[in-house]
């Protein structure tokens, strides 16, 4: 099989053979896991690398060239290039500019020129060209009969189309319905529009498992009409978050939190303060300087109490004093501030909160004169009048009272993410003709009369536009792999246009904004930069209409609840198969490969359940078995599950029940209802007796009271952090909060000529997102192992986000977060003691990690302070010589060793990348700018919280940094002299809720002034 | 005893005495009756006991071992091998930064240098043992006495060698019996020398023929050439699944790694419509964006076609070719050089000119390049003679015109765009117009001076 | 031959001014010989093939097991992160402590003229050869790519490249290899005359050609015996401190690390102790059953075993100071990090192991405070395999624990053995017994050339003062 051409799979998908080889897939694999146990996933692929036996025998393979015929200008071969294109999640494009080796796209990183993430990247992004080269996307046009299932081509969906379009046409389309993802596209409104057209009977539904519906009702119900909120986070000292992840999961997330970050610089000026007030752990929870844990069910009370603080305030009148309880500390705190900052002030919402809620937000932020300062509004080019869940309900009533004949499904994965009450599923097989384009034969195709392969946002042309309405352009960057079609060119080819070319369409689409005198210039400025620049969406100011009066509702007892959020991992499910995302670990809970019921410390007291036990959640009549998490910080009697887990046919890594590969997680959208989508009160919860052990990535096992108490002890000097006050009256106090002889070495240390490359990291910035470590994977190679190997504690990553959670109160605990990477010590311990000298250090500072020379001792890995170093102790890319995954291969970047098994890795502060710039630099003679070498996480972080450069260059920004008062060395007292340097956190407390500043880290400023001259460190 | 004395002769090789064996049952007796034979100066003889027996040294009278010192000085090479092998390959022969430490210091060395001395010293002790001893011997006269089995069980001996000085058959025999042993026995050499038995020879030989077999091949190996790859047993990582640039796969239909760049996309920095002059050699892009990228065909195969196109006027091939060059002629070509022109363009121009094209235009552009030269030899029927730059019709090409062709190639000559970044194409034009000029120019306008610099720089 | 009558007497009394016989029975030169050679030249007890059946299936075992690691990847044990050494390195550990009592009875006693020792060391060399095999294998297949070992050796190789004369390993490699030559080297030379007899008594060609080649036609000539000894001190002088080197730079292993919990300046001395302490153990455990099978008891007396358990509680206790000891400097160094390791080895989730390790190697050795049980073989027996047992958790507990929890919480982890990790251990015994009983079966157990030279000479005095 191996011999078979990809690209000519369209020709061999027909064949028996073919069919054949997808069964045999698994087997194959299972059969060759080292310890004989199937149904493994990545594991299975890799299986026992023999190592006796090479890739061709026992002799050296040679090498063949084959250059291409005809070079296109200015290509220069393996020197890459970069592309604009973006990504579309939720209808909102996020642009990205895409690194193509040899034609191949490799690295996706951030678009500069985008408004929105200037440079930086989701992990969705970063794993896009993971999901391009998998191997279990659709490979071909598939019709499925009596549940047999028939390779076809295009030109066999062709003629199908046009039987069955033209029956549609006779009665203008009256049984013929649309289901699609929603998207920002100009192009697919225009053929949306041609489709009405040509059916006018017909109807078009728009469905999202991540729907937004409730902002557009609340904006709705507040304006009377739907409009979108843009907050501007650089302007607001005062940031207060119902429930609502602005940081991370809001869909201008990477804005908010640049906008954030560079509020959080206590050395240049006022930093702002964050307010959250949410029922699970989430990233700006994490990030806030307060933070409420309080169920979802019981915003509304808290926010018609801060309502009702901030009224009083406004008139003027002394408020009550706050009573004893935390939260009303806080809400006083809260109502002050917003109060003392109007116009410089924001609340946000969360889309999960009901409309009602989200109007009175829109008033209270009116009334404090935030709008158009910190908040502007604009129109909203996705709203539409169906709420998604509504769309689906409706289309599944049309189905059961067969008046659909037709049925096609652009996108999207309905049949998996439809919500429990909703039963697409039975009513899908009952569609006579129906036609699923998607990009894996997933769910849905499996209920489809035909199946069409989507060429992923890689292949193919389009337009779309972000959040703020910048336009924004794709182009391919890869003839499609597959055979695949866009949606819009399935769409012209609906409506009658046998042999659509994306690339006029889209460029016919986007021409309106374009300046119409040079039409093909700023078509071809536009392709180049991947956005239109100042095509944002023009601001609307809308006035609140008088809203009935917030009813001061009481908090909802002991009753609980079950709090539906979409993956920060695997999205609504759509990236299931995606190994790297899978086996990112969740930001706080740190679990991978599965999804948990997250449960507060008392509340699982209360209910005798433990780290691990499986429970059975039992909503209105559904029940669904899940294993439990106790997060601290969790709000009590609040129950979280991620949707998007739980995938039957996504893929030999999500799940792939065809192919007898278990699921990974449970599907919690069967416990949604149309009426609950976000959340929903009255959960049940019973204890079946069985343990399930969650692979998660740090506390690998319940840590005893022992190993507690050090923990709380420690965390003070690894993550240094303090209040603002504190940091004023004492800048440098990092410096002092470890105790330690001088730091003398016994003999005379070497000084580094030219370059000395170093990091620094800030603390106050970091929020955790998780995008570096994914961009890390993707520029590194750093192979995924599966949960298995998770369980024991083998996962790649060589830069992990520890979390540390600090401060005695486990309900409401503070989160100390800490990106961890090799540090690249001067006086590196792992050097000594490796005994065939495989890691040394090369002249400017790096502490060089050379694979071929490893025999795989671990005794580095034993000697390092900071357990950064990773172990292959099995071939974790076997799964690239399985002739049926090969094509997975392509990912790879080409500048980085592929490391074979018995061989130590770690991070090399993306030498590659240096060394590009290095020789670039030395071409055209010239020094090495500052900012000019970027590391992938540098290049992937949105809060601008990773600084790497020369040392020796006092201008450049890291040796800034490194000077920094907040600087400081984690586990300096080792005299080992890391070259990264850490900025210590700043926290800005309320000052009715800031604790004393000694508790700021381990002890009082006597002390620390007392052996100051004694404890300094060399830097 | 006298058995073996009157034993009957059957060989001419006679065989001779080697000496005498006392045997004693009480290691007492046998340290009283060494101290005899001591006295009675003796010097070829030794006694035999199958332990250590205290006393027996003064008894015989045995000298003090230089032992101590073989093992002394083997300790010390060892330490000094040692000491010296670390400083070479870590200080010396391969440095390398380790934990920012020196690299070469004694604390560390001391472990090993402990080692090897002990090593080497113990080698020295036992193996000294046995040269002084001078072990093995595996045959040894006296083990055909039967008696002499006990030597290493609990009799003890005297064995009297025939070689020496004072012995006498007839004395020495008296002399030991005098000594009151249990007996006294004489022992004999071999009639013919000993034989290892034929199948331990075959067994030895085999064993020495196999021992040998690897350095063979490896010498074999070493002095000769083969086609076949080497070979390579475990792959560890040097076959890498990552596709390095210009890699084959099997992926791809083409069978190449490198993938064609999709039409209408724009890698970043090629953004060209903001310096149309520079990147097209056009004032303006013209609607029709394809005529950009012609290149002109064959006109050579037209001409050949001429006469045919006398009969049928509408011939496909010359069509294309003259509406192309029509084409092309009529689009707005840059007359003047879209940046500035200097000196170091003009050093560039000449130098990237002589490297791609003078092959083909020759040095002074008359089309009288080496390939060209050569393809003219050979009659190669396909070979265009490359046009020279002095004819009219080339002088008279615009600058943006001569640009295009360097970009896109014209007949025969290939395309340069993908080899030659725009910048080093507009030098070659400018070097191109300096030559055509130089042609130009009437010799005796030139000055002497100039014309003898102008020699001397050839 | 006539007989020399001797009435029953208790060896293990030392009476005032009267050397207390090492050999007890009617014995002279000649019976000694034939007690030693008996089990070469008789017929083999059955309890052998059954012995040496269990134990070489156990060994075929550990090799099968080592060509699937070889294959799959050292993924089949339970090592993981942080704790990159698990079994194997204990295992390693372990075996090279146990041989270490043979080369010390053999040169330390001999140094100091302990006489008893010549009924003990024979087997006691045996066993270190076996025990250092054992320990050999491991750190071999324990790397992550076995075939490139060899790297770790000073030999040109395609890389032009030298190992790091600073590590640690590297030292360890130098030093067990220097002490697997020279223990061998010392066991074969003290066998050269034994092999000698077994030659002169064979009556088989093959047992003759055999013993013949290894005894390199020794003759018992007194000017050979004169350099045999003096080369013999002189193996004993230097095996003497290569023994304390070789733990020594086994624990430099872990001292010269920074790793809380291995960082100490103790652990040579310490290593030592309990590598002596182990290994008197394990000779025991061997003897006690051999002695009783090979019919040696008159040679291999009730006094050696007393002798022997003296030398375990004097090591026991003095590991004892050792483990209390590491906990003092642990608070008072004031490291805190440091003093988190002990604290966890002896309260953490390891806690298990800790005190098993001290029960098992420092109190049960007390119980040899009383006679009864110094003398009765059985018990000594007992108390032995706790000993054993308790030094294998020792090195458990030093490798396991402290990598367990390090310096960043985030990294903690807790070390679950595989199947294949303790399989391989059991493996290793195998390996070692099998070899032990073809020892037993076709060498001389027992040094007879020096028992005979400590035993009273018809005339009365002994050599040897």
Redesign the interface.
Known sequence: M???????LNELHSTPGFEEILHREFPVAASEYPEGVSRRRWMQLMGASV??????G???????????V??????I??VP????TFMELGGLAESL?VT?????PIKVEGNPDSPQNQGSSTVFAQSETLSLYDPDRAVGVVERKEGTRYARDWQAFLDYADTVLGQARQDGGAKLRVLADVSSSATRRNLQEKFAALYPQARWYDYTANSRDNIYAGSKLAFGEVVRPHFDLSKANIVVCLDEDLLSEHSAGMLHTREWAARRDPAAGEMNRMYAVESRFTTTGLAADHRLPSRSVDIGFYLARLEAQVQARLAGKTPEPAGDEYADKVLAAMAEDLVANQGAALIAIGANQPAELQARVHKLNEQLGNVGKTIRYSKEPLATDLAAAEALRKLTDEIQAGSVETLVILGGNPAYNAPGDIDLVSALSKVPHSIHLGEYEDETSLLCKWHLPKTHPFEQ?GDARSYDGTLCVA?????PLHDGKSEVELLAILCGDKHPVA?DLVKEAVKGSLDSM?V??SW??L???GVLKGSALEAVSPKVKSLPAAKLTEAAGEELELVFYISPQVYDGRFANSGWLQETPDNLTKITWDNAAIIAPATAKKLGVEFGSVVKLILDGKSIELPVYVLPGQAPNSISVALGYGRTAAGLVGGDVARDVKPVGENIAALQSKAAMNFAAGLKLEKTGKEYELAITQDHHSIDAVGAGEIHGRVGQLVREANLSEYKSHPDFAKHVTHHPPLE?L????SYEGQAWGMSIDLTKCIGCNACSVACQAEN?VPVVGREQVLKSREMHWLRVDRYFTGDDVDNPGVSIQPMLCQQC????C??VCPV?AT????EGLNDMV??RCVGTRYCANNCPYKVRRFNYFNF?KV??DPNR??Q??V???E?????RG?MEKCTYCVQRIKAVQIDAKNDQRPIKDGEIVTACQQACSAKAIEFGDLKNEKSLVAQAHASPRSYAVLSELNI?PRTAYLARILNPHPSLAKPDSEGHGHGEAHAEADHPKTAEKH | MATTIEQPVKTKAEPELLGLLAEFD???ALIEASKKVRDAGYQKW?????????G??EA?G?KW?I??WI?AACGLTGGTIAIG??YW??AV??P???????LF?IP??I??T???S??L???G??F???V??Q??????P??KSEA???????RF?ISMDARDAKFSEIDSGEFLNSLNPVNVEEFWSDVESPKLPRN?KLALSLVGVILLMPPALVAYKRSTTTN?????????????????????T????D???????????????????DNIPLYFGLKY?P?D?DVVGIALQDEKKADEKQPAAAEKPADPVLDAAAIEASKLDKLPWVTEFPMPVTEKMMARGKERYRIYCSACHGLGGEGDGLVSLRAMDLQQGTWVKPASYHTENVRKLPVGRLYHTI?NGVRKMP?Y???VPPEDRWAIVLYLRALQKSHEINADTIPEAEKRKLRDTK | MASVTAEPIDTTIEVPGKRTPLVTGAH???TV?DAVCRLAECKTPTAWYVALGISASLMGMLFGLIGYLIITGVGVWGNRSPVFWGWPIVNFVFWVGIGHAGTLISAILFLFRQDWRTGINRAAEAMTIFAVICAGVFPGIHIG?V?LAYWLF?IPNQM???????SPL??DV??VS?YA??SL??WY?GMI?DL??L???ATGKIQQ?AY??FS????????????????YL??AA??A??VL?VHT?VS?DFAVSQLPGWHTTIFPPYFVAGAVFSGFAMVLTLMIPARKICGIEDLLTDRHLENMTKVIIATGTMVGYAYAMEFFIAWYGGNRYETFAFINRAFGPYAWAYWIMVSCNVISPQLFWIKKIRTTPWMIFVVCVFVNIGMWFERFVITVTSLSRDFLPSSWGYFRPTIIDVLMLIGSFGLFMTLFLLFCKFLPMVA???V??VMP???GQS???
């Open positions: 191996d011999k078979k051409y990809w690209r000519s190592a006796l036996a090479g890739v061709s026992c002799r050296w393979e040679d090498e063949k060239i084959s250059p291409s005809s070079r296109p200008e200015g290509r071969p393996g290039q970069k592309y604009a500019l193509c080796y040899d034609g191949r042309w182009q391919p960057l890869i003839e690339l040079t093909n210039a071809r400025r392709v180049h930069d070495s003999w005379e240390e070497l190679n001067e006086l590196a311990p050097e000594q000298a040394v250090h090369t002249d694979y071929n890319n690239y010589e090969k094509l291969a392509l790879l970047n080409p980085v060793t592929v490391r074979h061989v002299k | 009480d290691p007492n030794d006694t035999h006991t199958p332990f250590p027996l205290h027996i040294d015989m045995i071992t032992l101590p093992v092998m670390q390959m870590n022969n391969y390398f930064l380790i934990s920012g430490k020196p210091s560390a060395c472990p090993i402990f080692e090897l002990v090593l010293s113990a080698f002790a036992f000294g043992m046995l002084l001893n072990l093995p011997k595996l045959y040894n006296l083990f002499f089995r006990r030597a290493t069980n609990d001996f331990l076949s790859p080497r070979i390579h047993i475990v792959p560890d990582m040097d076959f890498q699944p990552k596709l390095k640039t210009q890699n084959t099997n992926l791809f239909s069978g190449r790694e490198i993938r064609p760049n999709i039409k209408g996309t724009i890698p970043r920095g090629q953004f060209k419509d892009l609607e964006q970009t395309a765009g993908a080899q | 002279d030169y000649g010989t790519r075939w000073p032009a490249m030298w190992p790091n004369f600073r590297l030292w130098f030093a220097t030559t020279v080297l010392f030379m005359p000698a007899t030659r002169d008594r050609f013949g080649l390199l036609g020794w003759n018992g000539s007194s000017r050979h015996w004169h350099r045999y000894e003096r080369a002189l193996l230097l095996a401190p290569l080197s730079i430099f007879m050339a020096e005979k030279s000479r018809p005339g050599d040897h003062h």
